[in-house]
């Protein structure tokens, strides 16, 4: 387990760093998003990066991806700074967002076509990628389909096709099953065991910890704009017997069990 | 249930709901009762008017023109008023066992049971009255009449019918949005039109009623008048038209009310799997150099036709900038100059670029990592509007001259027509770099609350930056027109301005994607608040 100082302690056995954040500072007006963060993320390792709704899990993932700017810190990705050399980050990193838009007025394959070709891919590889994505996220018969017509679970699969057209070597998700159907949230899963098996590295941000659990081999707990612990799962969930408990310790909310308050409600006398 | 006995059903169900309603709340009956006054009163005055007008040179035009707006009222009614009607939503009557033809005529003797239908009939028999000469025209406008009633109504309830289907759509939204450039064109028309007829007599109707009373309802009312002037044939072949456009209009109704009441709700259909072709590998795209450019150009290209807010905005733009020259040259006010109008409003399309991608625009970010990309971005987004605009602004001037019948001022005013264009593309982007803002994809509104003044000084600091660059051209044309031996050398401004335009969106382009490109993220911030 790691202190709250967020030192690097349990980092990963793979030796280099994916990601590593030094001092990352984001307010909003009088709310501070993200307090000073510093992170390490081993590189091909399935990583986690849990935390209640507001911890600021997407405004974390925002600026160590370049599409927000830091008020302070830095964020240096396969060992290149993010806002210095953006060319050489922006071409070894996936991303797949929360809360933005795609171009939902292509379809499936028009989508993956024009980000392919934006992205400097040869035309006839990036249509040989993009069939066999929509394959294997079970997209191909929606794939003339505007995404603006696709349900959530497809967005999040063909969202989920463009952060993986260009073979990142980082691929930044944030809540990629939230609102996702059992049956696509096991594509995506499938899709992700066997990009991270070949040596690449998955961020994903989520608040479901049984998810967490069952996925990563490393986690890092964010509260309030700060990281509460990080390290392999094992480690971070320690003694506690899940992932849940050991986070809720984390944050403090363990003694908010619904004690005595509500000693009326249930059986017994009315 | 019998075919006869559903008809009273329905009609009195519709008077006691119309009674129902007007019971529940005083306010509710004050406002029914007031606006249905005002609406006999205008009926009344209309009658007098209609009435008064017969005998008047040429009134049978305007009465035509008339009765062919009171059509497309009734035909745009449902669209604006969805909700309108209670008693005639068919959705509401889908859990009865009723075949669809009794439940169209009854649907339709309902229909013509409310203050619409009066209003109409008062201005239909006016009309009847303005035109007709002759015992003959007379006992046709007695068939007329209702024969226009009928077209009117069926009109309203087909177009009904079908957008119940459609509102519950995503191509329904869609269409809602478009709904309102319907208006912003409508005005223009009708604002040229009154110009028109304020400044020259009724007969200059005469040409558009020509063409008006062969349309139905209009066509009734023509009939009447062909009858007055002894053009029998015509008469009957206006009335036909009459009586085969409401039958036409009525099977329409009852086919559409068939699906609906037979098929699910389009909400919870889902949409064909073939409703889009991909076209990512035909005509216009081999065209295209590969690479960013060509894959740039072809989804702007795309937007301008699927995306509704992008469509309306180039709808809107296309139409305003043929309608003021063209209509100013028609009614002999124009000027050639009037043409540049074409050039001006689709370059404002060039303005707010990234706000056009919504938050999508992340995407556009995460490929842009140098100047370079950002320059071959923005000009991919010049050209895919160019691709457009040059030929329209070219097709409105060449338009423009032929009917003013000016050609020696054709090479000045497209010079200066695409000396404007580079103009407001090279403000235009930078202005898409220096002060983007979000487009709200619902509703009408074009800008996210609190970013207005950024819009204002987008768009109106570009286009005032624009004039300003423009001047020398104006400057070199006004010269040119003032001396003496100028006329000849006029030409010159085709080439002139022409060169003078593309170095500027070049310079434009240079200027802005510098800036683009170090402030992708506050532009994604910006342009992600709808």
């Known amino acids: 387990m790691v202190d709250a100082d967020g030192d690097v302690v349990g980092a990963g056995a793979t030796g280099t760093a994916a990601v590593r954040v030094r001092g990352l500072w984001k307010r909003f007006g009088q709310q501070v998003a993200v307090a000073g963060i510093d992170l390490e993320l081993p590189a091909g390792r399935f990583i986690g990066l849990v935390g209640p709704n507001g911890a600021g899990k997407t405004t974390t993932l925002s600026m160590v991806t370049g599409l927000l700017r830091p008020d302070q810190g830095t964020v240096e990705v396969v060992g290149r700074d993010v806002w210095r050399d953006p060319a050489e980050v922006k071409a070894r990193i996936g991303v797949l967002p929360e809360g933005l838009r795609l171009f939902e007025r292509l379809s499936g394959r028009e989508l993956l076509a024009y980000l392919g070709r934006l992205r400097g891919l040869p035309g006839a590889e990036v249509d040989k990628r993009a069939t066999q994505l929509l394959d294997v996220l079970d997209l191909a018969g929606a794939q003339h389909k505007l995404v603006v017509d696709y349900s959530t679970g497809m967005r999040k699969k063909i969202g989920l096709a463009a952060a993986l057209l260009h073979n990142p070597e980082v691929l930044f998700l944030d809540e990629p099953f939230e609102g996702v159907d059992p049956v696509s949230a096991q594509t995506i899963r499938g899709v992700l065991e066997r990009y991270t098996a070949s040596g690449a590295t998955v961020v994903f941000s989520s608040h479901v910890m049984e998810l967490v659990e069952s996925l990563c081999d490393w986690v890092a707990v964010m509260a309030a704009g700060r990281i509460r612990a990080h390290g392999p799962l094992a480690e971070v969930r320690g003694e506690a017997p899940s992932l849940q408990r050991a986070f809720l310790e984390l944050v403090g909310a363990h003694g908010r069990d619904a004690g005595s308050d509500l000693d009326w409600l249930g059986g017994g006398s009315r | ?530």
């Open chain 2, 1 to 530: 249930m019998s075919a006869p006995a559903i008809t009273p059903v329905v009609v009195r169900l519709k008077l006691s709901l119309l009674r129902n309603g007007l019971r529940q709340s005083g306010g509710r009956r004050a406002a029914y009762i007031a606006s249905a006054v005002v609406a006999l009163l205008f009926a009344a005055l209309q009658l007098v008017g209609l009435i008064a007008l017969r005998g008047f040179d040429h009134v049978e035009s305007l009465v035509v023109l008339l009765v062919a707006v009171l059509g497309l009222g009734w035909a745009v009614m449902p669209l604006f008023f969805p909700g309108g009607d209670e008693t005639l939503d068919p959705t509401r009557l889908v859990m009865l066992p009723l075949r669809p033809r009794p439940l169209v005529r009854a649907l339709l003797v309902a229909s013509l049971v409310g203050i619409g239908p009066l209003f109409t009939l008062c201005l239909l028999t006016g009309s009847v009255i303005a035109v007709a000469h002759g015992g003959a025209a007379f006992a046709v406008g007695v068939l007329a009449v209702p024969l226009a009633l009928l077209v009117c109504v069926a009109l309203a309830r087909a177009v009904a019918a079908a957008n119940v289907r459609l509102l519950t759509s995503r191509k329904g939204r869609d269409l809602a949005v478009l709904s309102g450039l319907v208006v912003a064109v409508g005005a223009q028309v009708v604002n040229f039109g009154a110009q028109r007829l304020g400044s020259s007599g009724l007969e200059q109707l005469d040409p558009v009623a020509d063409v008006l009373r062969w349309f139905p309802p209009a066509s009734a009312i023509g009939a009447v008048h062909s009858v007055g002037e002894g053009a029998y044939g015509t008469a009957a072949a206006q009335l036909l038209l009459t009586a085969a456009a409401s039958a036409g209009l009525l099977a329409l109704w009852a086919r559409a009310l068939t699906r609906l009441m037979t098929a699910p709700d389009g909400s919870t259909l889902q949409t064909g799997g073939a409703a889009v072709r991909d076209r990512a590998s035909t005509g216009l795209a081999r065209l295209l150099p590969p690479g960013r450019t060509g894959t740039a150009v072809e989804r702007s290209l795309r937007y301008v036709w699927r995306d509704p807010k992008t469509k309306a905005a180039w709808v809107t733009s296309l139409a305003i900038g043929l309608i003021v020259p063209v209509f100013n040259a028609w009614q002999g006010t124009g000027s050639v100059y009037f043409a540049c109008f074409a050039a001006g409003m689709l370059g404002i399309q060039m303005y707010n670029q990234f706000g056009q991608d919504t938050s999508a625009f992340w995407m556009v970010a995460m490929t842009i990592s140098s100047t370079r990309d950002a320059y071959v971005e923005l000009r991919a987004r010049a050209l895919a509007l160019l691709l457009v605009t040059l030929p329209y602004a070219t097709l409105v001037t060449v338009l423009t001259t032929a009917m003013l019948g000016d050609w020696p001022r054709l090479p000045e005013a497209l010079g200066l027509s695409f000396a404007l264009l580079g103009a407001m593309l090279a403000t235009g982007a930078w202005t898409s770099a220096r002060f983007p803002y979000s487009i709200p994809q619902e509703g009408y509104k074009n800008v996210a609350p609190g970013q207005t003044g950024l819009a204002w000084i987008s768009i109106f600091g570009g286009m005032v930056a624009a004039a300003v660059l423009c001047a020398p051209v104006i400057a070199l044309a006004i010269w040119l027109n003032a001396g003496a031996g100028g006329d000849d050398l006029l030409w010159l401004l085709l080439p002139v301005g022409t060169l003078y335009g593309a170095a500027l969106t070049l310079l434009g382009l240079r200027l802005a994607a510098p800036r683009t490109a170090r402030r992708l993220p506050e532009i994604l911030t910006a342009v992600s608040k709808g």
